[in-house]
């Protein structure tokens, strides 16, 4: 059984030039570029569908 998507996520969306900003309610993250824009991440990502929406607002095209 797959522990998650929480690592692979992190690399994607840090090679796009994002960082950790702070945690947000629970055990989500936020993110942030340069650019101002915000995206939520969490810590217990084991769904492919959500890990792929994240991606895709991160500007992402790679996919699970």
């Not at 996520?9 to 993250?29: D, M, Q």
């Amino acid at each position: 059984m797959p522990e998650g998507f929480y690592k692979e996520v992190c690399k994607e969306i840090k090679a796009l030039g994002f960082f950790y900003k702070e945690n947000a309610k629970g055990s989500h993250e936020k993110w942030q570029n340069d650019a101002g824009r915000i995206i939520l991440v969490p810590r217990n990502l084991k769904s492919r569908h959500t890990t792929n929406g994240i991606l895709k607002d991160a500007g992402c095209d790679k996919r699970f």
